[in-house]
């Protein structure tokens, strides 16, 4: 297993998670977006696992302190959130790994759950230093603001999601039509959140295959 380094960022400009591989060479460097509960210990386990596959791993602290645990409380906190305010955040996150020595690259990728994912597409429409976008689960965009997408997306969703299948098909139809490199998965039997193994929506089929296609598509766009 790969000696990690693991810390806590409290400061002004950012705060999250942050997990690297110990490493003489520099790694490429990954945004990892919380779902609605905010930064918690799953979101921070991911942030460890894509340092375990060699990418200084950043999760920043949308919510600042604050997680749920009940839906209602989860709802409370993503309504608070303003959208371009947490695209600043996320864009204050990547400031920070392309400003460390360790970190190869002069772009990120960004990949987020639920919330998350759509604040990815949010992230790709406004950010240039962002390489590639992962969304799962994440609201598709409007097929109208396709062309504002800044790098190439790759969406994983759940057939038995809420998110209508025909909308995330719309939206990798005009990114296509925008010439953004983009590739679109739908998991047979996986509900929304499928990955998070701390639910019970949890589906381990469908999330072995969406961590190897994340891995794949950082390393293709990335490194």
């Not at 809420?162 to 047979?188: F, K, T, W």
Request: charged share 20%.
């Amino acid at each position: 297993m790969m000696d990690l380094q693991v810390m806590e960022l409290t400061g002004d400009r950012v705060m999250g998670h942050l997990a690297r591989p110990r490493l003489s060479t520099k790694a490429p460097a990954v945004v990892v977006i919380q779902e609605w509960w905010g930064l918690n210990d799953h979101i921070k386990d991911v942030t460890r696992r894509f340092a375990q596959e060699g990418f200084v791993a950043l999760a920043p602290d949308l919510y600042h302190g604050q997680a749920a645990s009940e839906p209602d409380d989860a709802r409370k906190l993503a309504m608070q959130l303003v959208i371009s305010d947490a695209v600043k955040e996320i864009q204050g996150a990547a400031d920070y790994l392309l400003a460390q020595q360790y970190v190869a690259g002069s772009k990120v990728g960004v990949v987020g759950f639920c919330m998350g994912g759509a604040l990815v597409l949010a992230t790709a429409r406004a950010e240039s230093r962002m390489g590639a976008g992962v969304v799962f689960y994440g609201t598709p965009l409007k097929p109208e603001q396709a062309s504002e997408v800044k790098a190439p997306i790759l969406g994983l969703y759940g057939a038995l999601d809420h998110i209508p299948v025909p909308d995330v098909q719309a939206m990798s139809e005009a990114l296509g039509a925008a010439r953004i490199a983009n590739e679109i998965h739908v998991y047979e039997g996986a509900h929304h959140a499928f990955f998070n193994d701390t639910r019970q929506s949890y589906n381990e089929r469908a999330a072995a295959d969406a961590w190897q296609k994340t891995l794949a598509w950082f390393r293709r766009f990335l490194v």
